[in-house]
């Protein structure tokens, strides 16, 4: 096309066709016929089409969208808690990071691929590239009727802090059931430095302790505000490093962490499957076994792994890579035909799911319910994948992810990490953190009709401190109102040195008005109305009106008289609101 534009510039050519010059031909090319006319015609008509769709405005608010008025029961205030330290924190068991255990656990001490591994210093313990640094974040959600709901997450102090200094102005004062709107500003206030990571973490403990307060209020499980049950029990997988153990306690499958990476070479390879044929031979041909690789692969590495597993009928590989290698997981799945792939456990929000789902990267996804967004997007992803007929299997979560699991056909069966030392017991996945979580049994898990997740917080036992406390709208209003009795009371009894008047007020005989019942207003409130007046540019008649009519026995009781010091008394509240008084708390 811009081989016929009179320009040596091509932008200058398509500067021309969009300002609605004319189509201009070049002189020195011959027009054998009509038909090449009609050409430059057919696309004249086409870009002047172009512009004018581009030029029409895409919105679809016709209509301004009024602000949400809560209704009902409203949030009274959020508080976000950790504990006091970490040796107290691994005494009850880990909290909600299962990674914050004592020395000889399983879980950190044994061998475990991991994307520190290619570092021979970082190899011996999980710890010690510290796993286990963020600990928990409890949230509370308070609400005015004194109903608390609870939410976990990790993140520790630093998630604290965003909840206590940033979120808690989405909460305060909503209504719980206002969900959506809730998540979504809190998401979009975030967005500059969150997304992923620990301010989605912190968005989580707040999103699940507001559905649980809601729960509460409606006297319903929160599967049963998620849509109901689509099974009766939820069947169970374990995660541990005993999977013959999790045989006999009966579970439905075990899943086994992969001790060595490619930093290992070859021989970490062939111990790799050594251990794969082991418990393979342990359990049997036809117990699922199930490897997490812990984010510690590459891409050749995964394949050769899921090729030399073939033998020994593994239901899945896990987690191969670090979650933002999209088109290496979609390669690994291209190429891997004998067992399933799949990931998740830290991804975050649907965005980025949606990513794992389009670039087909694979056939399981496992997102964590205390860490991807809460129960508010958790529902979001596993809507999502349905429509690409992806199961959702989520990571660890226990009674957080079960309610969501029980209420969707994708979600065919959870995982319960064994977090005995030594993986021979079922103990609590969140240690002393609740009084009853809901434990296996015989390879089931039964959530009980218990209002919101149905757990109680073992506030006896926990050594929980708030290192962030902010001040919520409830107490600015009280400090407010206090501030401005005080003041009042202040300048009454102690004039100001040079009082400037800044109206010209004059003594008037105010008309009688039949006696009418009204609300007697307190000090505090009369005094606040009189300085939003002033701030507001109230008439000083009307001034002067309310100060007749509502405040008469409160200043003489501050020794204000009536009649022949209103000016006196509206400057010294005016002065108020350029002066702190004796007493004036700050907030």
Not at 247 to 269: D, E, N, T, V, Y
Not at 494 to 512: G, S
Not at 564 to 575: A, D, H
Request: charged share 25%.
């Amino acid at each position: 096309m811009l081989l016929f534009c009179r320009a040596h510039n091509p932008v200058v050519a398509l500067r021309k066709v969009f300002k609605f010059s004319s189509f201009h031909c070049a002189t020195n090319i011959p027009q054998p016929d009509q038909h090449l006319q009609e050409w430059h015609q057919e696309r004249q008509n086409f870009f002047v089409t172009v512009i004018e769709q581009k030029t029409a405005t895409m919105s679809l608010i016709f209509g301004p969208h009024p602000t949400v008025k809560p209704k009902g029961i409203c949030i009274k205030e959020i508080r976000a808690f950790c504990f006091e330290d970490d040796d107290d924190e691994k005494n009850q068991g880990g909290g909600a990071d299962c990674h914050k255990q004592a020395e000889g656990h399983w879980i950190v001490d044994s061998h475990i691929a991991n994307p520190m591994s290619v570092y021979q210093e970082y190899r011996t313990s999980r710890t010690s590239w510290g796993i286990d640094a963020m600990g928990t974040v409890l949230v509370e959600v308070e609400l005015e009727n004194g109903m608390i709901g609870v939410g976990i997450s990790i993140g520790g102090e630093a998630a604290c802090y965003i909840v206590e200094q940033h979120l808690f102005r989405f909460c305060e004062g909503q209504d719980p059931a206002n969900v959506e709107l809730i998540w979504d500003q809190m998401f979009r206030a975030t967005m500059n430095y969150g997304r992923k990571g620990i301010a989605i973490q912190a968005i989580s403990a707040v999103d699940l302790a507001i559905w649980d307060a809601l729960g509460k209020v409606r006297q319903l499980p929160v599967y049963a505000m998620l849509g109901g049950k689509t099974k009766e029990n939820m069947p169970v997988y374990a995660t541990t490093s005993r999977p013959d153990l999790a045989q006999k306690m009966g579970f439905h499958g075990a899943k086994f962490p992969l001790p060595f990476g490619p930093a290992q070479g070859q021989s970490g390879m062939t111990q790799n499957i050594n251990l794969v044929r082991k418990w393979r031979e342990a359990v049997g041909p036809d117990f699922p076994l199930m490897i997490d690789c812990y984010m510690a692969l590459t891409v050749p590495y995964a394949i050769e792994l899921a090729r030399k597993c073939e033998p020994y009928n593994i239901k899945w590989i896990e987690e191969t890579l670090p979650p933002d290698q999209y088109d290496g997981y979609a390669q690994i799945k291209q190429q891997v035909s004998t067992t399933l792939m799949t990931t998740g456990e830290h991804e975050y929000t649907r965005w980025g799911f949606r990513q794992l789902l389009e670039k087909k990267c694979c056939d399981v996804l496992q997102p964590d319910i205390t860490w991807c967004g809460g129960m508010t997007e958790a529902r979001r992803i596993v809507a999502l994948a349905s429509a690409f007929d992806i199961p959702v299997i989520p990571h660890g979560s226990s009674v957080y992810s079960y309610h969501l699991q029980i209420c969707f056909p994708s979600c065919p069966i959870a995982e319960f990490l064994v977090m005995h030392p030594r993986g021979e017991e079922i103990v609590s996945y969140f240690g002393k953190l609740f009084k009853d979580e809901p434990l296996p049994s015989s390879g089931y898990v039964t959530l009980p009709d218990k209002p919101g997740f149905g757990v109680e917080l073992n506030r006896e036992e926990l050594k929980l401190r708030r290192p962030y406390e902010h001040t919520s709208g409830e107490q600015i209003r009280q400090v407010a109102a206090a501030n401005l009795v005080a003041a009042a009371r202040a300048y009454a009894l102690t004039p100001p040195a040079e009082a400037k008047p800044n109206f010209n007020l004059k003594p008037k005989v105010l008309p009688k008005k039949k006696p009418t019942k009204t609300k007697k207003e307190s000090p505090a409130r009369v005094v606040v109305t009189h300085a939003i007046g002033f701030r507001r540019g109230l008439s000083k008649e009307t001034v002067d009106r309310l100060s007749y009519q509502e405040s008469g026995d409160w200043c003489k009781k501050v020794g204000i008289s009536l009649a022949g010091r209103k000016t006196e008394r509206i400057n010294r509240l005016k002065e108020y609101l350029n002066d702190k008084p004796e007493g004036y708390k700050e907030y």
